[in-house]
Protein backbone atom coordinates (compact mmCIF):
# COMPACT_ATOMS: atom_id res chain seq x y z
CA UNK A 1 0.00 0.00 0.00
CA UNK A 2 1.48 3.21 -1.27
CA UNK A 3 -0.61 4.97 1.40
CA UNK A 4 2.02 5.33 4.81
CA UNK A 5 0.67 7.45 7.49
CA UNK A 6 3.12 8.26 9.68
CA UNK A 7 2.19 9.28 13.32
CA UNK A 8 3.17 9.67 16.73
CA UNK A 9 0.19 7.53 18.22
CA UNK A 10 -0.25 4.58 15.47
CA UNK A 11 -4.03 3.54 15.52
CA UNK A 12 -5.17 0.25 14.64
CA UNK A 13 -8.92 1.20 14.06
CA UNK A 14 -7.27 3.94 11.62
CA UNK A 15 -5.85 1.51 9.60
CA UNK A 16 -8.57 -0.63 8.70
CA UNK A 17 -10.48 2.16 8.08
CA UNK A 18 -7.90 2.95 5.09
CA UNK A 19 -8.11 -0.72 3.87
CA UNK A 20 -11.65 -0.24 3.55
CA UNK A 21 -11.36 3.25 1.72
CA UNK A 22 -8.67 1.67 -0.69
CA UNK A 23 -10.06 -1.42 -1.43
CA UNK A 24 -12.53 0.10 -3.83
CA UNK A 25 -9.48 1.92 -5.57
CA UNK A 26 -9.15 -0.19 -8.19
CA UNK A 27 -13.10 -0.63 -9.36
CA UNK A 28 -12.62 3.18 -9.44
CA UNK A 29 -13.79 3.08 -13.12
CA UNK A 30 -17.07 0.97 -12.13
CA UNK A 31 -17.78 3.26 -9.64
CA UNK A 32 -17.84 6.20 -11.71
CA UNK A 33 -21.32 6.50 -13.31
CA UNK A 34 -22.90 6.18 -9.51
CA UNK A 35 -21.01 9.35 -8.75
CA UNK A 36 -22.84 11.43 -11.41
CA UNK A 37 -26.02 10.55 -10.22
CA UNK A 38 -25.55 12.43 -6.68
CA UNK A 39 -24.42 15.54 -8.61
CA UNK A 40 -27.14 15.62 -11.05
CA UNK A 41 -29.88 15.68 -8.50
CA UNK A 42 -27.36 18.13 -6.15
CA UNK A 43 -27.48 20.60 -9.14
CA UNK A 44 -31.31 20.30 -9.23
CA UNK A 45 -31.26 21.23 -5.51
CA UNK A 46 -31.59 24.87 -4.21
CA UNK A 47 -29.63 24.69 -1.23
CA UNK A 48 -26.58 22.39 -2.46
CA UNK A 49 -24.07 24.23 -0.37
CA UNK A 50 -20.20 22.86 0.01
CA UNK A 51 -21.40 21.49 3.73
CA UNK A 52 -23.77 19.14 1.58
CA UNK A 53 -21.37 17.70 -0.06
CA UNK A 54 -21.48 13.45 1.03
CA UNK A 55 -18.18 11.99 0.89
CA UNK A 56 -19.55 9.47 -1.01
CA UNK A 57 -19.80 11.42 -3.92
CA UNK A 58 -15.82 12.12 -3.86
CA UNK A 59 -14.29 10.50 -6.43
CA UNK A 60 -11.14 7.77 -5.53
CA UNK A 61 -8.38 8.87 -5.03
CA UNK A 62 -5.81 7.18 -7.73
CA UNK A 63 -3.08 5.68 -5.52
CA UNK A 64 -1.51 4.79 -8.76
CA UNK A 65 -0.92 7.72 -9.98
CA UNK A 66 2.57 9.83 -8.96
CA UNK A 67 1.87 11.94 -5.88
CA UNK A 68 0.65 15.16 -7.12
CA UNK A 69 1.92 16.69 -4.23
CA UNK A 70 4.96 15.60 -2.45
CA UNK A 71 7.16 16.66 0.52
CA UNK A 72 10.01 15.01 1.66
CA UNK A 73 11.59 15.96 4.75
CA UNK A 74 10.89 19.48 4.22
CA UNK A 75 12.33 22.33 6.30
CA UNK A 76 11.74 26.19 6.53
CA UNK A 77 12.71 28.32 8.40
CA UNK A 78 12.48 32.12 8.36
CA UNK A 79 15.63 34.59 9.25
CA UNK A 80 14.47 37.18 11.86
CA UNK A 81 16.67 40.10 11.54
CA UNK A 82 17.01 42.59 14.62
CA UNK A 83 17.53 45.58 12.14
CA UNK A 84 18.28 46.73 8.56
CA UNK A 85 21.56 46.87 9.48
CA UNK A 86 21.63 43.14 10.76
CA UNK A 87 20.15 42.91 7.23
CA UNK A 88 22.29 44.99 4.92
CA UNK A 89 25.29 42.69 6.92
CA UNK A 90 23.18 39.57 6.08
CA UNK A 91 23.61 39.98 2.38
CA UNK A 92 27.28 39.73 2.73
CA UNK A 93 27.73 37.26 5.47
CA UNK A 94 25.16 34.64 4.36
CA UNK A 95 22.49 34.95 7.33
CA UNK A 96 25.38 33.57 9.74
CA UNK A 97 24.45 34.74 13.41
CA UNK A 98 21.28 35.49 12.55
CA UNK A 99 18.25 34.06 14.41
CA UNK A 100 16.24 31.33 12.53
CA UNK A 101 12.27 31.05 13.44
CA UNK A 102 11.79 27.21 12.23
CA UNK A 103 7.77 27.03 10.75
CA UNK A 104 8.16 23.40 9.26
CA UNK A 105 10.61 21.20 10.54
CA UNK A 106 10.75 17.58 8.07
CA UNK A 107 7.54 17.48 6.96
CA UNK A 108 6.68 14.62 5.04
CA UNK A 109 3.73 13.76 2.95
CA UNK A 110 2.32 12.21 -0.24
CA UNK A 111 -0.72 13.49 -1.54
CA UNK A 112 -2.16 11.80 -4.51
CA UNK A 113 -4.23 12.36 -7.13
CA UNK A 114 -8.12 12.93 -6.16
CA UNK A 115 -7.79 12.86 -2.33
CA UNK A 116 -8.84 16.16 -0.53
CA UNK A 117 -6.63 16.78 2.09
CA UNK A 118 -7.54 19.14 5.54
CA UNK A 119 -4.82 20.80 7.34
CA UNK A 120 -5.31 21.24 10.62
CA UNK A 121 -3.39 23.05 13.28
CA UNK A 122 -3.21 26.24 15.60
CA UNK A 123 -2.11 29.46 14.38
CA UNK A 124 2.04 28.86 13.33
CA UNK A 125 1.59 25.68 13.52
CA UNK A 126 3.16 26.05 9.70
CA UNK A 127 -0.05 25.77 7.54
CA UNK A 128 0.01 28.84 5.69
CA UNK A 129 4.09 28.08 4.67
CA UNK A 130 2.96 24.84 3.66
CA UNK A 131 0.51 26.25 1.20
CA UNK A 132 3.20 29.03 0.53
CA UNK A 133 5.85 26.36 -0.64
CA UNK A 134 3.26 24.27 -2.92
CA UNK A 135 2.08 27.10 -4.65
CA UNK A 136 5.94 27.94 -5.03
CA UNK A 137 5.69 31.66 -4.14
CA UNK A 138 8.17 30.57 -0.38
CA UNK A 139 10.89 27.98 -1.31
CA UNK A 140 12.15 25.49 1.16
CA UNK A 141 15.21 26.03 3.17
CA UNK A 142 15.81 22.02 3.01
CA UNK A 143 14.19 19.23 1.58
CA UNK A 144 12.56 18.62 -1.53
CA UNK A 145 9.14 19.00 -3.01
CA UNK A 146 7.22 18.19 -6.42
CA UNK A 147 3.91 19.06 -7.45
CA UNK A 148 2.68 17.76 -10.26
CA UNK A 149 -0.45 19.07 -12.08
CA UNK A 150 -1.54 22.83 -12.90
CA UNK A 151 -2.67 24.81 -9.21
CA UNK A 152 -4.79 27.12 -8.54
CA UNK A 153 -4.56 28.90 -5.31
CA UNK A 154 -7.60 30.76 -3.93
CA UNK A 155 -5.54 33.08 -1.73
CA UNK A 156 -4.42 35.73 -3.21
CA UNK A 157 -7.05 36.34 -5.45
CA UNK A 158 -6.71 39.97 -6.84
CA UNK A 159 -2.80 39.71 -6.79
CA UNK A 160 -1.08 40.11 -10.16
CA UNK A 161 -3.65 42.42 -11.32
CA UNK A 162 -2.78 45.64 -13.19
CA UNK A 163 -5.38 48.81 -12.20
CA UNK A 164 -4.85 50.70 -15.71
CA UNK A 165 -5.68 47.42 -17.42
CA UNK A 166 -9.05 46.17 -18.43
CA UNK A 167 -10.86 43.18 -16.83
CA UNK A 168 -10.47 41.94 -20.30
CA UNK A 169 -6.72 42.34 -20.31
CA UNK A 170 -6.36 41.24 -16.68
CA UNK A 171 -7.87 38.06 -17.47
CA UNK A 172 -5.13 37.79 -19.88
CA UNK A 173 -2.49 38.95 -17.85
CA UNK A 174 -3.32 37.29 -15.20
CA UNK A 175 -3.85 33.70 -17.19
CA UNK A 176 -0.17 34.46 -18.63
CA UNK A 177 0.87 34.75 -15.06
CA UNK A 178 -0.31 31.30 -13.79
CA UNK A 179 1.17 30.03 -17.09
CA UNK A 180 -1.64 29.52 -19.59
CA UNK A 181 -0.97 29.96 -22.99
CA UNK A 182 -2.71 32.75 -25.04
CA UNK A 183 -5.16 30.45 -26.74
CA UNK A 184 -5.91 29.18 -23.28
CA UNK A 185 -6.87 31.97 -22.26
CA UNK A 186 -9.00 32.97 -25.15
CA UNK A 187 -11.29 29.55 -24.04
CA UNK A 188 -12.32 30.08 -21.40
CA UNK A 189 -12.38 33.94 -21.24
CA UNK A 190 -15.80 34.13 -21.68
CA UNK A 191 -16.36 31.52 -18.71
CA UNK A 192 -14.49 33.80 -16.64
CA UNK A 193 -15.98 36.86 -17.70
CA UNK A 194 -19.74 35.27 -17.08
CA UNK A 195 -18.50 33.28 -13.76
CA UNK A 196 -16.95 36.89 -12.71
CA UNK A 197 -20.99 38.59 -13.29
CA UNK A 198 -18.64 41.81 -15.13
CA UNK A 199 -21.14 42.14 -17.98
CA UNK A 200 -20.17 45.60 -19.47
CA UNK A 201 -17.63 46.55 -16.72
CA UNK A 202 -15.21 43.85 -18.41
CA UNK A 203 -13.92 46.21 -20.80
CA UNK A 204 -13.60 49.26 -17.85
CA UNK A 205 -10.26 49.49 -16.19
CA UNK A 206 -9.85 47.49 -13.09
CA UNK A 207 -9.05 50.43 -10.78
CA UNK A 208 -12.55 51.70 -11.17
CA UNK A 209 -13.93 47.75 -9.77
CA UNK A 210 -14.85 47.57 -6.27
CA UNK A 211 -13.34 45.22 -3.98
CA UNK A 212 -15.92 42.70 -4.73
CA UNK A 213 -15.56 42.99 -8.09
CA UNK A 214 -12.00 42.06 -8.28
CA UNK A 215 -12.55 39.38 -5.87
CA UNK A 216 -15.17 37.89 -8.19
CA UNK A 217 -12.75 38.09 -11.36
CA UNK A 218 -9.84 37.02 -9.41
CA UNK A 219 -11.62 33.70 -7.91
CA UNK A 220 -13.25 33.43 -12.08
CA UNK A 221 -9.68 33.27 -13.28
CA UNK A 222 -8.66 30.60 -10.95
CA UNK A 223 -11.60 28.60 -10.98
CA UNK A 224 -12.17 28.11 -14.82
CA UNK A 225 -7.98 27.37 -15.77
CA UNK A 226 -9.51 23.60 -14.96
CA UNK A 227 -6.98 23.32 -12.16
CA UNK A 228 -6.06 19.67 -11.19
CA UNK A 229 -5.14 20.66 -7.61
CA UNK A 230 -6.77 23.59 -5.59
CA UNK A 231 -5.40 24.75 -3.02
CA UNK A 232 -8.10 26.52 -0.35
CA UNK A 233 -7.82 29.09 2.35
CA UNK A 234 -10.73 28.88 4.57
CA UNK A 235 -10.62 32.58 5.73
CA UNK A 236 -11.55 33.65 2.05
CA UNK A 237 -13.87 35.85 1.32
CA UNK A 238 -15.64 36.79 -1.50
CA UNK A 239 -18.38 39.20 -2.20
CA UNK A 240 -22.09 38.51 -0.74
CA UNK A 241 -23.78 35.18 0.11
CA UNK A 242 -25.02 34.51 -3.04
CA UNK A 243 -21.82 34.68 -4.97
CA UNK A 244 -20.06 32.84 -2.25
CA UNK A 245 -22.39 29.94 -2.68
CA UNK A 246 -21.96 29.83 -6.47
CA UNK A 247 -18.26 29.56 -5.36
CA UNK A 248 -19.12 26.67 -2.92
CA UNK A 249 -20.63 24.46 -5.94
CA UNK A 250 -17.44 25.67 -7.99
CA UNK A 251 -15.36 24.29 -6.02
CA UNK A 252 -17.79 21.47 -5.17
CA UNK A 253 -18.21 20.59 -8.70
CA UNK A 254 -13.92 20.68 -9.21
CA UNK A 255 -13.60 18.01 -6.44
CA UNK A 256 -15.87 15.93 -7.96
CA UNK A 257 -14.09 15.58 -11.12
CA UNK A 258 -11.04 14.62 -9.25
CA UNK A 259 -8.69 17.36 -8.80
CA UNK A 260 -6.82 17.19 -5.72
CA UNK A 261 -7.95 19.25 -2.72
CA UNK A 262 -6.16 21.28 -0.02
CA UNK A 263 -8.10 22.72 2.28
CA UNK A 264 -6.91 25.29 5.55
CA UNK A 265 -9.24 25.41 8.20
CA UNK A 266 -10.18 25.77 11.59
CA UNK A 267 -13.79 24.69 10.92
CA UNK A 268 -14.92 20.98 12.20
CA UNK A 269 -18.10 21.48 9.91
CA UNK A 270 -16.17 22.35 6.73
CA UNK A 271 -13.53 19.95 6.61
CA UNK A 272 -15.18 16.30 7.96
CA UNK A 273 -17.75 16.99 4.89
CA UNK A 274 -14.37 18.14 2.41
CA UNK A 275 -12.22 16.25 3.22
CA UNK A 276 -11.21 12.52 3.11
CA UNK A 277 -7.93 12.92 5.05
CA UNK A 278 -6.27 15.47 7.37
CA UNK A 279 -2.75 16.51 8.43
CA UNK A 280 -2.70 17.45 11.45
CA UNK A 281 0.61 20.15 12.04
CA UNK A 282 2.32 21.27 15.40
CA UNK A 283 5.06 22.88 16.29
CA UNK A 284 6.10 22.54 12.07
CA UNK A 285 5.99 18.76 12.14
CA UNK A 286 3.06 16.47 11.28
CA UNK A 287 1.55 15.34 14.42
CA UNK A 288 -1.33 13.26 12.46
CA UNK A 289 -1.90 12.12 9.04
CA UNK A 290 -4.88 10.19 9.00
CA UNK A 291 -9.03 10.63 8.86
CA UNK A 292 -10.40 13.76 9.72
CA UNK A 293 -12.06 12.63 12.77
CA UNK A 294 -9.21 11.52 14.57
CA UNK A 295 -6.73 14.53 13.29
CA UNK A 296 -9.87 16.68 14.72
CA UNK A 297 -10.05 14.54 18.03
CA UNK A 298 -6.68 14.96 18.37
CA UNK A 299 -6.27 18.82 17.49
CA UNK A 300 -9.41 19.39 19.89
CA UNK A 301 -7.84 17.48 22.67
CA UNK A 302 -4.60 19.69 22.32
CA UNK A 303 -6.09 22.91 22.16
CA UNK A 304 -8.14 21.93 25.53
CA UNK A 305 -5.04 20.87 27.06
CA UNK A 306 -3.73 24.50 26.02
CA UNK A 307 -6.83 26.05 27.25
CA UNK A 308 -6.62 24.13 30.26
CA UNK A 309 -3.12 25.29 31.23
CA UNK A 310 -3.69 28.65 30.08
CA UNK A 311 -7.11 28.34 32.60
CA UNK A 312 -4.31 27.23 35.43
CA UNK A 313 -1.60 29.74 34.44
CA UNK A 314 -4.52 32.08 35.05
CA UNK A 315 -6.32 30.94 37.87
CA UNK A 316 -2.24 30.91 39.67
CA UNK A 317 -1.88 34.36 38.81
CA UNK A 318 -4.78 35.07 40.39
CA UNK A 319 -4.08 33.32 43.16
CA UNK A 320 -0.86 35.22 43.38
CA UNK A 321 -2.29 38.24 43.12
CA UNK A 322 -5.05 37.86 46.04
CA UNK A 323 -2.34 36.57 47.90
CA UNK A 324 -0.15 39.73 47.58
CA UNK A 325 -3.36 41.40 47.70
CA UNK A 326 -3.99 40.10 51.19
CA UNK A 327 -0.78 40.37 52.55
CA UNK A 328 -0.81 44.35 52.05
CA UNK A 329 -4.05 44.58 53.24
CA UNK A 330 -2.83 43.35 56.60
CA UNK A 331 0.04 45.21 56.34
CA UNK A 332 -1.85 48.12 56.43
CA UNK A 333 -4.09 46.71 58.90
CA UNK A 334 -1.71 46.50 61.02
CA UNK A 335 0.00 50.01 60.41
CA UNK A 336 -3.69 51.39 61.06
CA UNK A 337 -4.22 49.80 64.07
CA UNK A 338 -0.70 50.59 65.55
CA UNK A 339 -1.23 53.99 64.62
CA UNK A 340 -4.91 54.40 65.89
CA UNK A 341 -4.62 52.48 69.35
CA UNK A 342 -1.33 51.02 71.14
CA UNK A 343 -4.04 48.97 73.59
CA UNK A 344 -5.68 47.14 70.78
CA UNK A 345 -2.34 46.61 69.17
CA UNK A 346 -0.93 44.63 72.36
CA UNK A 347 -4.17 42.87 72.75
CA UNK A 348 -3.79 41.32 68.76
CA UNK A 349 -0.07 40.44 69.53
CA UNK A 350 -1.64 38.22 72.05
CA UNK B 1 -12.03 11.22 -12.55
CA UNK B 2 -9.31 13.33 -13.87
CA UNK B 3 -8.26 10.85 -16.69
CA UNK B 4 -6.40 13.25 -18.25
CA UNK B 5 -3.49 14.90 -16.48
CA UNK B 6 -1.50 17.78 -17.81
CA UNK B 7 2.20 17.54 -17.19
CA UNK B 8 2.55 20.56 -15.40
CA UNK B 9 5.07 20.21 -12.83
CA UNK B 10 6.73 22.01 -10.26
CA UNK B 11 9.51 20.54 -8.15
CA UNK B 12 12.64 21.61 -6.52
CA UNK B 13 14.40 18.96 -7.24
CA UNK B 14 17.31 18.99 -9.29
CA UNK B 15 17.73 22.90 -8.01
CA UNK B 16 21.89 22.72 -7.94
CA UNK B 17 22.03 25.21 -11.03
CA UNK B 18 23.88 28.26 -11.36
CA UNK B 19 21.89 31.40 -10.80
CA UNK B 20 22.60 32.16 -14.81
CA UNK B 21 20.88 28.66 -15.57
CA UNK B 22 18.07 29.56 -13.13
CA UNK B 23 17.23 33.07 -15.28
CA UNK B 24 18.15 31.51 -18.71
CA UNK B 25 15.40 28.67 -17.89
CA UNK B 26 13.00 31.16 -16.15
CA UNK B 27 12.85 33.11 -19.71
CA UNK B 28 12.40 30.33 -21.65
CA UNK B 29 8.96 30.52 -23.47
CA UNK B 30 7.88 34.06 -21.70
CA UNK B 31 8.34 36.36 -24.50
CA UNK B 32 4.72 37.54 -24.72
CA UNK B 33 4.09 37.14 -20.79
CA UNK B 34 7.31 39.83 -20.52
CA UNK B 35 6.10 42.39 -23.42
CA UNK B 36 2.58 42.55 -22.08
CA UNK B 37 4.31 43.19 -18.14
CA UNK B 38 6.73 45.91 -19.99
CA UNK B 39 3.80 47.45 -21.67
CA UNK B 40 1.65 47.77 -18.42
CA UNK B 41 4.61 48.38 -16.10
CA UNK B 42 4.61 51.90 -18.36
CA UNK B 43 0.82 52.32 -18.19
CA UNK B 44 1.35 51.65 -14.27
CA UNK B 45 4.33 54.51 -13.57
CA UNK B 46 2.44 57.35 -15.63
CA UNK B 47 -1.87 56.42 -14.34
CA UNK B 48 -3.99 59.07 -13.79
CA UNK B 49 -2.29 61.30 -16.20
CA UNK B 50 -3.78 62.27 -18.98
CA UNK B 51 -1.02 61.68 -21.35
CA UNK B 52 -0.47 58.31 -19.73
CA UNK B 53 2.73 56.91 -20.85
CA UNK B 54 3.56 59.67 -23.14
CA UNK B 55 4.43 60.97 -20.21
CA UNK B 56 7.69 58.73 -20.25
CA UNK B 57 9.01 61.10 -23.23
CA UNK B 58 7.58 64.20 -22.55
CA UNK B 59 9.80 64.87 -19.52
CA UNK B 60 13.05 63.75 -21.21
CA UNK B 61 12.34 65.71 -24.40
CA UNK B 62 11.74 68.75 -22.92
CA UNK B 63 15.18 68.42 -20.57
CA UNK B 64 16.00 68.64 -24.58
CA UNK B 65 14.07 71.48 -25.38
CA UNK B 66 16.07 73.06 -22.57
CA UNK B 67 19.62 72.06 -23.70
CA UNK B 68 18.36 73.43 -27.24
CA UNK B 69 17.20 76.73 -25.78
CA UNK B 70 20.21 76.60 -23.63
CA UNK B 71 23.28 76.12 -26.09
CA UNK B 72 21.63 77.20 -29.75
CA UNK B 73 19.64 80.17 -28.78
CA UNK B 74 20.69 81.36 -25.43
CA UNK B 75 24.73 80.49 -24.95
CA UNK B 76 25.21 80.95 -29.18
CA UNK B 77 28.73 81.25 -27.83
CA UNK B 78 29.05 78.05 -26.33
CA UNK B 79 31.55 76.85 -28.29
CA UNK B 80 32.52 73.62 -29.91
CA UNK B 81 33.34 69.77 -28.98
CA UNK B 82 34.82 67.66 -30.72
CA UNK B 83 34.28 69.98 -33.68
CA UNK B 84 30.62 69.66 -32.73
CA UNK B 85 27.98 72.01 -31.55
CA UNK B 86 28.08 71.45 -28.00
CA UNK B 87 23.47 71.03 -28.53
CA UNK B 88 24.56 68.09 -30.26
CA UNK B 89 27.38 66.65 -28.97
CA UNK B 90 24.78 66.89 -25.54
CA UNK B 91 21.46 65.60 -27.18
CA UNK B 92 23.68 62.86 -27.96
CA UNK B 93 24.84 62.14 -24.20
CA UNK B 94 21.60 62.67 -23.21
CA UNK B 95 19.58 60.26 -24.70
CA UNK B 96 21.19 57.17 -23.78
CA UNK B 97 21.73 59.00 -20.56
CA UNK B 98 17.93 58.74 -19.93
CA UNK B 99 17.37 55.69 -20.66
CA UNK B 100 20.80 54.33 -18.53
CA UNK B 101 19.54 56.31 -15.66
CA UNK B 102 16.44 54.75 -15.87
CA UNK B 103 17.93 51.40 -16.45
CA UNK B 104 19.96 51.14 -13.45
CA UNK B 105 17.55 53.29 -10.88
CA UNK B 106 14.69 51.73 -12.23
CA UNK B 107 16.29 48.01 -12.31
CA UNK B 108 17.22 48.12 -8.86
CA UNK B 109 14.34 49.03 -7.72
CA UNK B 110 11.93 46.55 -9.77
CA UNK B 111 11.74 44.13 -7.39
CA UNK B 112 11.02 46.03 -4.72
CA UNK B 113 8.26 47.97 -6.99
CA UNK B 114 6.57 44.67 -7.46
CA UNK B 115 6.57 42.76 -4.71
CA UNK B 116 3.44 41.41 -5.40
CA UNK B 117 4.62 39.19 -8.72
CA UNK B 118 6.91 37.87 -5.68
CA UNK B 119 4.92 37.42 -2.29
CA UNK B 120 1.92 36.67 -3.61
CA UNK B 121 2.75 34.85 -7.29
CA UNK B 122 4.61 32.14 -8.23
CA UNK B 123 6.26 34.44 -10.82
CA UNK B 124 10.01 34.22 -11.63
CA UNK B 125 11.84 36.91 -10.14
CA UNK B 126 14.14 36.97 -12.81
CA UNK B 127 11.49 38.12 -15.60
CA UNK B 128 10.78 41.18 -13.32
CA UNK B 129 13.93 43.12 -14.28
CA UNK B 130 13.15 41.93 -17.64
CA UNK B 131 9.93 43.74 -17.96
CA UNK B 132 11.58 46.80 -16.44
CA UNK B 133 14.33 47.43 -18.20
CA UNK B 134 11.79 46.67 -21.59
CA UNK B 135 9.64 49.38 -20.87
CA UNK B 136 12.58 51.14 -20.35
CA UNK B 137 13.87 50.55 -23.58
CA UNK B 138 10.37 50.98 -25.29
CA UNK B 139 10.76 54.79 -24.29
CA UNK B 140 14.16 54.89 -25.38
CA UNK B 141 13.29 53.99 -28.40
CA UNK B 142 10.60 56.90 -28.96
CA UNK B 143 13.67 59.21 -27.59
CA UNK B 144 16.37 57.88 -30.22
CA UNK B 145 13.41 58.37 -32.89
CA UNK B 146 13.36 62.11 -31.68
CA UNK B 147 16.85 62.53 -31.72
CA UNK B 148 17.47 61.39 -35.27
CA UNK B 149 14.98 63.82 -36.49
CA UNK B 150 16.51 66.73 -34.55
CA UNK B 151 19.97 65.70 -36.23
CA UNK B 152 18.54 64.89 -39.63
CA UNK B 153 17.45 68.78 -39.33
CA UNK B 154 20.55 69.49 -38.50
CA UNK B 155 22.78 68.12 -41.29
CA UNK B 156 24.43 65.14 -39.23
CA UNK B 157 22.05 62.24 -40.41
CA UNK B 158 21.36 59.79 -41.79
CA UNK B 159 24.53 57.99 -42.47
CA UNK B 160 25.26 54.25 -43.06
CA UNK B 161 27.30 54.69 -39.45
CA UNK B 162 23.50 55.18 -37.95
CA UNK B 163 23.03 51.31 -38.19
CA UNK B 164 25.54 51.01 -35.79
CA UNK B 165 22.99 51.87 -33.45
CA UNK B 166 21.59 47.78 -33.92
CA UNK B 167 25.05 46.98 -32.27
CA UNK B 168 25.13 49.80 -29.26
CA UNK B 169 21.49 49.60 -28.45
CA UNK B 170 20.93 46.22 -27.84
CA UNK B 171 24.88 45.69 -26.65
CA UNK B 172 23.60 48.41 -24.18
CA UNK B 173 20.37 46.65 -23.07
CA UNK B 174 22.18 43.63 -22.01
CA UNK B 175 24.93 45.34 -20.21
CA UNK B 176 22.50 47.20 -17.58
CA UNK B 177 20.05 44.10 -17.80
CA UNK B 178 22.62 42.11 -16.34
CA UNK B 179 23.62 44.55 -13.74
CA UNK B 180 20.11 44.56 -12.40
CA UNK B 181 20.69 41.15 -11.45
CA UNK B 182 23.28 42.25 -8.51
CA UNK B 183 21.37 45.27 -8.30
CA UNK B 184 17.45 44.21 -8.12
CA UNK B 185 18.01 41.46 -5.64
CA UNK B 186 20.11 43.37 -3.22
CA UNK B 187 18.20 46.47 -3.16
CA UNK B 188 14.99 44.22 -2.86
CA UNK B 189 16.94 42.86 0.03
CA UNK B 190 17.73 45.91 1.80
CA UNK B 191 16.56 49.15 1.07
CA UNK B 192 20.01 50.86 1.88
CA UNK B 193 21.34 49.24 -0.96
CA UNK B 194 18.48 51.24 -3.16
CA UNK B 195 19.59 54.13 -1.29
CA UNK B 196 22.95 53.81 -2.21
CA UNK B 197 22.24 52.95 -6.08
CA UNK B 198 20.26 56.57 -6.07
CA UNK B 199 22.87 58.71 -4.52
CA UNK B 200 25.09 57.58 -7.02
CA UNK B 201 23.62 58.52 -9.65
CA UNK B 202 24.49 62.71 -9.77
CA UNK B 203 27.69 61.18 -9.42
CA UNK B 204 27.96 59.10 -12.45
CA UNK B 205 26.29 61.77 -14.57
CA UNK B 206 28.95 63.74 -13.83
CA UNK B 207 31.58 61.21 -14.09
CA UNK B 208 30.36 60.21 -17.65
CA UNK B 209 31.20 61.79 -20.99
CA UNK B 210 27.80 63.42 -21.09
CA UNK B 211 28.72 67.13 -20.99
CA UNK B 212 32.40 67.05 -21.64
CA UNK B 213 34.50 65.11 -24.18
CA UNK B 214 36.36 62.71 -22.07
CA UNK B 215 38.72 61.76 -24.64
CA UNK B 216 39.99 64.99 -24.81
CA UNK B 217 41.54 64.83 -21.06
CA UNK B 218 44.85 65.75 -21.10
CA UNK B 219 46.10 64.18 -18.52
CA UNK B 220 46.38 60.01 -20.13
CA UNK B 221 45.96 58.14 -16.47
CA UNK B 222 42.58 60.10 -16.10
CA UNK B 223 41.49 59.50 -19.20
CA UNK B 224 42.29 55.76 -18.92
CA UNK B 225 40.60 55.43 -15.48
CA UNK B 226 37.11 56.85 -17.59
CA UNK B 227 37.66 53.58 -19.40
CA UNK B 228 36.34 51.78 -16.56
CA UNK B 229 33.24 53.41 -16.69
CA UNK B 230 30.51 51.58 -19.51
CA UNK B 231 28.31 54.85 -18.85
CA UNK B 232 31.36 56.54 -20.77
CA UNK B 233 31.55 53.64 -23.58
CA UNK B 234 28.21 53.63 -24.74
CA UNK B 235 27.47 56.97 -24.58
CA UNK B 236 30.04 57.48 -26.80
CA UNK B 237 29.34 54.58 -28.70
CA UNK B 238 26.01 56.54 -29.60
CA UNK B 239 27.94 59.75 -30.80
CA UNK B 240 29.89 57.49 -32.96
CA UNK B 241 27.30 56.00 -34.53
CA UNK B 242 25.63 59.38 -34.47
CA UNK B 243 27.24 62.32 -34.93
CA UNK B 244 31.10 60.77 -35.15
CA UNK B 245 30.73 58.81 -38.07
CA UNK B 246 32.99 56.58 -36.81
CA UNK B 247 33.46 52.54 -36.88
CA UNK B 248 32.35 50.49 -33.68
CA UNK B 249 35.96 49.44 -32.70
CA UNK B 250 38.65 51.35 -33.67
CA UNK B 251 42.55 52.14 -32.36
CA UNK B 252 41.21 54.59 -30.20
CA UNK B 253 38.67 52.20 -28.40
CA UNK B 254 40.06 48.93 -28.48
CA UNK B 255 41.42 48.93 -24.96
CA UNK B 256 37.88 50.38 -23.85
CA UNK B 257 35.58 47.94 -25.81
CA UNK B 258 37.82 45.12 -23.92
CA UNK B 259 37.34 46.59 -20.38
CA UNK B 260 33.47 46.97 -20.88
CA UNK B 261 33.24 43.21 -21.94
CA UNK B 262 35.55 42.22 -19.25
CA UNK B 263 33.15 44.20 -16.60
CA UNK B 264 30.17 42.38 -18.52
CA UNK B 265 31.32 39.06 -17.57
CA UNK B 266 32.24 40.13 -14.07
CA UNK B 267 28.65 41.28 -14.03
CA UNK B 268 27.03 37.78 -15.29
CA UNK B 269 29.53 35.81 -12.35
CA UNK B 270 28.55 38.45 -9.63
CA UNK B 271 25.13 38.94 -11.17
CA UNK B 272 24.59 34.96 -11.05
CA UNK B 273 25.93 34.26 -7.63
CA UNK B 274 23.86 36.63 -5.82
CA UNK B 275 20.55 35.78 -7.75
CA UNK B 276 20.87 32.53 -6.59
CA UNK B 277 21.81 33.27 -3.18
CA UNK B 278 18.99 36.08 -2.65
CA UNK B 279 16.21 34.11 -5.49
CA UNK B 280 15.10 31.75 -2.06
CA UNK B 281 15.69 34.46 0.57
CA UNK B 282 13.53 37.18 -1.40
CA UNK B 283 9.96 36.16 -1.32
CA UNK B 284 10.30 35.85 3.14
CA UNK B 285 11.89 39.23 3.39
CA UNK B 286 9.72 41.92 1.20
Redesign the interface.
Known amino acids: MQFIYESETPMSENNEEIKDTAVPEQAAEKAEPEQTKPADEIKEGEENDLDELELEDFPEPDYNAPPAVEFENVVKSYYLYKSDKARFKAMFTGNRGVEIHPALNGVDFKIYPGESVGFIGRNGAGKSTILKLITGVSFPTSGEITVRGKTAALLELTAGFSPEMTGRENIYMKGLLLGLTESDIAEIEDDVIDFAELDEYIDQPVRTYSSGMKMRLGFAINISIRPEILVIDEALSVGDSRFKKKCRVAIKELIRTGVTVLFVSHSTEALTTTCNRAIYLKGGKVAYDGTVLDALEMYNQDVEEIRRRRREKKLEKKRKAEERLEKLRQKRDEKLKAGENDSEKANEND | ?2 AE ?2 D ?6 GGKKTGLGMIIQEHIGQR ?2 IM ?2 AV ?1 HL ?2 TY ?1 GALFGPSWAIIKPAFTLFILWFAFRVGLRGSGKVNGFPRFFFMLTGYVPWFYISEAILGGARSIRNNR ?8 PMSNIMTFTNISSLLVHFVLVAIMYVVLIVGGYCPSVYNLQFLFYCPFMFLFFWILTWTTAP ?1 AA ?5 ENLVSSIMTGLFWLSGIVYDTSRIKNPVIRKIFYLNPINYFINGYRRSFLYDQLIIDRENLLETAVVLGEMVILVLVGSKFYK ?5 I ?3 L
Not at chain 2, 8 to 13: D, F, G, S
Not at chain 2, 189 to 193: G, L, N, R, T, V
Open positions: MARSYIYTTKKKRLSQKKQYVTKLSFMFSKDFKLRKLPDV
